[in-house]
Nanobody, 113 residues
Framework: VQLQASGGGLVQPGGSLTLSCAAS??????GNWYRQAPGMQRELVAS???????NYADSVKGRFTISRDNAKNTVSLQMNSLKPEDTAVYYC??????????WGQGTLVTVSS
């Protein structure tokens, strides 16, 4: 099983980025994006079920949108109106149909002018 996360980078405050996580070797039951800022605990940013139900951290509601493409076995995170406090390493986490958890490698998002 492999999870390939991509899309991180440097963006100015107010800008946008889209992260993508492609899974191979497993179907995605629940897809999640977490983030970990320096010196902070890893936190859940957003999650999406197979049926498309979503959940967001209060800090990103209205700015971030999680989505999935079941045919491509991917989960994406559209991030708008980015703030410096969104700077973190973002991780994709997938729960399979058997509720086995897989983590992808992190992708760094830096919001700075």
């Amino acid at each position: 099983v492999q999870l390939q996360a991509s899309g991180g980078g440097l963006v100015q405050p107010g800008g946008s980025l889209t992260l993508s996580c492609a899974a191979s070797g497993t179907s995605i039951n629940v897809g999640n994006w977490y983030r970990q800022a320096p010196g902070m605990q890893r936190e859940l940013v957003a999650s999406i079920t197979r049926r498309g139900s979503t959940n967001y951290a209060d800090s990103v509601k209205g700015r971030f949108t999680i989505s999935r493409d079941n045919a491509k076995n991917t989960v994406s995170l559209q991030m708008n109106s980015l703030k410096p406090e969104d700077t973190a390493v973002y991780y994709c986490k997938v729960e399979s149909n058997l509720w086995i958890t897989y983590w992808g490698q992190g992708t760094l998002v830096t919001v700075s002018s």
